[in-house]
């Protein structure tokens, strides 16, 4: 497995080999332009001889291919037109040729780069154009993710970090200034006595008040209770990270006088965020002390690392944004770094021994779209993210709404992904209803619902609408595909069995696969007909049409067979 940046105007192959990644390359030959033309004969050619033939022929040369990505747009070579993930795979499968040749051993799996701001059709775009280069795409990475994987072995950058360390027990804040591989800490500043813990604490008694309402018991004198207690504590506090309530249930927690002690207390985010703000806001001194003394200001800091399980409480990346101005970032190392990191990624995903750990982040906010009653007006079309951008993945993420009166019952999410405030300036996602939302206790009050989004590290997002009771719940299931629905899916399954469907499939990437091959040896003609009989089945294929699926994959296998053929001959 090798890993791939796929670049706009250069792109590279490394692999990892005892430990180390190296970029491939035929003596100097480590950057390949990428670049695609159509020389005089008809044939494909990539990087530097279509980069050197630009200038005499740039009606039958393309560049910066990736720009387009994702895009319905096509560039035309001679008489054919070709999709933006096309041009990519003649690039990608040049860079599999030569990490073939170097390597003298077959390649048929990568890692692939995208810039972090690629959506998600460019994403699968990228995907696309490896599999119809012949490669297995074994993961996607952001191109920052995967400097910073480089970062972690080749470190050639000059900057200020400040990193947040916030554990379980302990706080400090350091501010270090890198000068190639030199790290050095100019101050550092904190307390010894601050930390997770403290923040169950907080909880802990906010739980015994809530017993003492209603029993006359020293919990705190029943040290089995009061583990209890305190495990519960931390429990609600690692789930307040990802939603907006938990609950504190611990069934039996002890008896007295003949009464047996159930605790089951209900916790809202916002009321922990009110617990634990002054010894949050604490942590903000340590900062300012620390700046000081490393004589720099907040705007001089070029990265914000968070450390520690107890930064996953949003609140703590939300005071922290504000205080230092700039989220957490990564910076690119130089050309070959984003090669390297991937590499690396790729070397982690085999399996390899590798001194680097990845951890990617969603490259754009998730969310829905919200409506408000403003000055006696409605307004409607405002975005609100719930997996905010460079949220860690895998995650999970939950936000409590509102209906607009006491009487509504229903309501329509519309999942959105982008920055923009407003939804129809984002990429619509997909939508689906949540009805019959039972009243709240008191007639009077709006009724509440709770949206959760799950994303994985494929890229798949799954929705759940449910209200505050959880005796309504519907759920709708995206992948980060063009803003497609994966919930369609199953309605074209109803006219194809799976291994039809696995059939077509196979069927569509051969036939990519070898079209883009005769196209690169000039056999135009063949391949034109393994297009159309390509394109036909996909049409069918869209549209459901069981019967003209079956009749246009039996052609397209005959046409294949008989291509086959032909080689062997």
Do not use: W
């Amino acid at each position: 497995m090798v890993g791939i940046d796929l670049g706009t105007t250069n792109s590279l192959v490394a692999i990892v080999e005892n430990g180390s990644p190296r970029v491939l390359g035929r003596g100097d030959e480590r950057l390949v332009p990428s670049v695609v033309g159509l020389a005089d004969d008809g044939k494909i050619i990539v990087g530097q001889a279509a980069l050197n033939q630009y200038v005499l022929a740039p009606e039958r040369t393309v560049k910066s291919i990736k720009r387009k990505m994702g895009s319905a747009d096509t560039v035309q070579l001679g008489d054919r037109a070709y999709l933006p993930e096309e041009i990519s795979a003649f690039i990608l499968r040049y860079l599999k040729h030569l990490a073939e040749e170097v390597l003298n051993d077959q390649v048929d799996s990568a890692v692939i780069t995208v810039p972090a701001y690629f959506n998600d059709a460019q994403r699968q775009a990228t995907k696309r154009a490896g599999e119809l280069a012949g490669l297995e795409v074994a993961r996607i990475i952001n191109e920052p993710t995967a400097a910073a994987l480089a970062y972690g072995i080749e470190r050639q950058q000059e900057q200020h970090l400040l990193v947040y360390d916030l554990g379980g027990g302990t706080f400090d804040v350091s501010v270090i200034e890198q000068q190639g591989d030199i790290l050095e800490v100019r101050a550092s500043h904190g307390n010894v006595l601050l930390g997770g813990d403290d923040f169950d604490e907080r909880l802990l008694q906010h739980l015994l008040t809530e017993l003492a309402k209603e029993h006359r018991y020293d919990f705190k004198a029943d040290r089995k209770a009061m583990a209890r207690l305190t495990r519960a504590a931390e429990r609600v506090k690692i789930a307040l990270s990802s939603a907006p309530y938990a609950r504190a249930a611990e069934e039996f927690l002890t008896n007295y006088e003949g009464k047996i002690v159930h605790l089951n207390s209900e916790v809202g985010r916002e009321e922990f965020e009110r617990l634990i703000d002054d010894l949050l806001a604490s942590t903000l001194d340590s900062i300012d002390q620390a700046l000081r003394d490393a004589g720099l200001q907040p705007a001089q800091i070029n990265r914000v690392l968070l450390v520690g399980g107890s930064t996953r409480i949003p609140a703590v990346s939300e005071l922290i944004n504000v205080k230092m101005g700039i989220e957490p970032s990564i910076e690119l190392n130089p050309d070959e770094a984003v090669a390297l990191g991937a590499a690396v990624q790729a070397a982690i995903v085999r399996g390899d021994k590798v001194n680097a750990m990845l951890i990617d982040v969603a490259p754009h906010s998730l969310g829905i779209a919200v409506a408000k009653i403003l000055f006696g007006h409605l307004t409607e079309g405002s975005f609100k993210a719930i997996i905010p951008r460079n949220t860690t993945i895998p995650t999970t993420r939950a936000e409590r709404f509102f209906t607009l009166t006491p009487e509504q019952d229903t309501v329509e999410i519309e999942v959105y992904q982008g920055e923009s405030p407003i939804c129809t300036e984002n990429t619509a996602m997909g939508k689906f209803m949540l009805a019959d939302i039972p009243p709240a206790e008191d007639a009077d009050k709006l009724r509440e619902l709770i949206v959760e989004f799950t994303y994985n590290l494929n890229g798949i997002v799954e929705v759940v609408a449910r209200d505050r009771s959880g005796k309504r719940h519907e759920s709708l299931t995206v992948s980060t595909t063009a803003g497609k629905r994966v919930a369609s899916l199953p309605e074209r399954q109803k006219h194809f069995t799976p291994e039809l469907e696995r059939e077509i499939t196979q069927a569509v990437n051969s036939a990519a696969q070898i079209e883009l091959d005769l196209q690169a040896h000039g056999k135009t003609k063949d391949a034109a007909k393994l297009n159309k009989a390509r394109h036909t089945l996909e049409a069918a294929h869209h549209r459901g049409d069981e019967n003209r699926a079956r009749k246009s994959l039996e052609k397209l296998d005959d046409l294949l067979y008989d291509l086959e053929e032909r080689e062997d001959e």
